[in-house]
């Protein structure tokens, strides 16, 4: 209950602390009643297992800074990560000069092996390859003419009659020692199968190895995900399918037919996945981009071998899958590494994807929106054995995740091909345990772990902006905020940043965003907290 006023007693001063960053992204919740570790809005941060909200790391091109794969490339549109006992290659589909191209990425250096593939696999400069790779070699297809097969060393092509790859396939997979084929523009709900152990030229039957998903539904298949054992997820455009693929059911060598007696009821019905790479494996289960939200097919807990539809489960941030574009959204490509769940999307109008989502699997927290990033294809590479993120974006680079452990403090780390980015951390806003009464502001502190920016820290009540400070502080120490230049953050230890916020008007509910100011830099925030004074109701009202 709100206290009376009594001109005896002094007003209450109650703190508010927010310890942790834990809690990731909530701005569907009013920003009062999201949790005490929550942000209402996160932009550029990754926390991970000691709860800090840092600067996301960069990612520069590869070889080198802002170096393209091959000299005229405009665009990277797709990528896989070859790898065999002889062989340790990047495959990138690229736009050069205005034609389609095809590179390698070994020992650190690129190669245009465009002139090697079969002249019957002539993808267009805007091809976004399927590419799937099992027995030792890579299976590559456009949605056109003649598929090819790729050893690491030499293409061979992967023949055109009702013996062979469809060649018109978008969708490939290699699961259960087979290949799948689909996304046949004139078969959209059929998928084909090759022989087991083989899927060159002569080993697939389309009248024998091929079943239908939906009898005729009308729903097209839109992509095909590994899941446990047999199991084949089928995600179709307003439906998800699973399939028992079993190869002993299909007589190995024989017909595909027990397949379709294998379909196990659709999970899901009004509900499908956006795009052919709108997905990934994580865990046990497969997250994907719905046209409501990212979902999960996943196992049942109490029933082993049965799986169910999630909920939304990026309702915390459906403020952000909202500025999806939609018209864009069949380009969305995810991408799990490590303990994150990475989804390039378009948001804003984007005609292409210019940022990312971030789910952390470990905390089962968003992280809200990285921007700068605009990837339309998105690999893991195994060189050395040490895996990384790679992604192809819409300038041309490949760019490799500047995540080493050892270089995390070093301002380079926190660029993107030599261009900074901003930080953003805005907590959630508090009422100091007091919801019906005004407050008079008192102190804010902000603790920092490191950093090197110039930091901009405002006081944000009822939802206005009513005061912004900014000072100079030095290596070591606290300091109290003052000047007109925003606080020059450059330590690489621990900073308490500490501002009076007396003589501010009242308010019922306020935060403290604190993001970088241009040309941006990175922080590590530890904790953020606050004190006011409780003001009393009066006896008359």
Not at 465 to 489: A, H, S, Y
Request: aromatic share 10%.
């Amino acid at each position: 209950m709100p206290s009376l006023s009594n001109e005896q007693l002094d007003d209450v001063l109650s703190w508010e602390f927010q310890q942790d960053f834990s809690g990731g992204e909530n701005s569907f919740h009013r920003s009062t009643l999201i949790d005490p570790n929550q942000c209402q809005h996160l932009l550029n941060v990754l926390v991970r297992d000691n709860y800090e909200a840092r600067t996301r790391p960069g990612a520069d091109a590869i070889p080198t800074v802002s170096t393209l794969p091959i000299l005229g490339t405009t665009v990277a549109r797709s990528l896989k990560y070859f790898d065999t006992p002889t062989y340790h290659q990047l495959i990138a589909a690229l736009t050069i000069t205005g034609a389609f191209g095809i590179g390698k990425y070994e020992a650190g250096a690129w190669t245009d092996i465009t002139a090697a593939k079969p002249a019957s696999f002539a993808p267009t400069a805007d091809a976004k390859l399927a590419m799937a790779q099992g027995i030792d070699k890579l299976l590559l297809a456009y949605g056109d003419g003649q598929a090819a097969i790729y050893d690491g060393a030499a293409f061979t092509a992967a023949g055109s009659t009702n013996a062979d790859c469809p060649g018109d396939a978008t969708i490939l997979l290699w699961h259960t020692v087979r290949m799948f084929a689909a996304g046949r523009a004139t078969a959209p709900d059929t998928i084909y199968v090759s022989n087991l152990l083989d899927f060159s030229a002569g080993q697939w039957d389309w009248t024998k190895r091929s079943f239908r998903i939906g009898t005729g539904d009308g729903d097209p298949i839109v992509s095909l995900g590994k899941m446990q054992g047999n199991i084949m997820a089928v995600l179709k455009r307003n439906s998800i399918w699973l399939v028992d693929t079993n190869p002993v059911s299909d007589g190995l060598f024989g017909t595909v037919s027990a397949f379709s007696a294998a379909e196990l009821t659709p999970i899901a019905e009004g509900i499908g996945c956006v795009g052919r790479d709108a997905w990934c494996n994580y865990g046990n289960d497969i997250l994907f981009m719905a046209q409501d939200g990212i979902r999960s097919v996943q196992r049942m807990q109490a029933a082993a071998g049965q799986w169910e539809l999630g909920d939304t489960l990026s309702q915390p941030i459906q403020s952000i899958i909202a500025r999806i574009n939609q018209s864009a959204w069949a380009g969305i490509t995810a991408k799990k590494y490590q303990e994150l769940a990475l989804f390039f999307v378009p948001i804003d109008g984007s005609a292409t994807n210019n940022a990312v989502i971030v789910w952390n699997g470990r905390l089962r927290k968003w992280l809200g929106l990285w921007t700068n990033w605009n990837g339309l294809c998105v690999e893991v590479t195994r060189f050395l054995g040490i895996p990384k993120l790679v992604f192809g974006d819409t300038t041309g680079y490949v760019n490799q995740w500047k995540d080493t452990p050892t270089l995390e403090k070093e301002d380079s780390t926190y660029t993107d091909n030599a261009v900074g980015y901003p930080t953003q951390v805005w907590p959630k806003s508090w009422l100091f345990n007091e919801p019906i009464t005004t407050k008079t502001g008192d102190t804010t502190i902000l603790k920092f772990s490191a950093g090197n920016s110039a930091v901009l820290v405002s006081w944000i009540a009822d939802n206005a902006e009513i005061k912004n400070w900014t000072g100079v502080f030095t290596q070591e120490g606290d300091i109290l905020g003052e000047g007109t230049m925003p606080f020059l953050l450059a330590s690489s230890g621990p900073i308490t940043i500490t501002e009076n916020i007396r003589g501010l008007i009242d308010f019922n509910e306020a935060y403290v965003k604190i993001e970088t100011a241009a040309p941006f830099g990175w922080f590590w925030l530890k904790n953020v907290s606050a004190a006011a004074f409780i003001n009393p109701l009066n006896e008359e009202t």
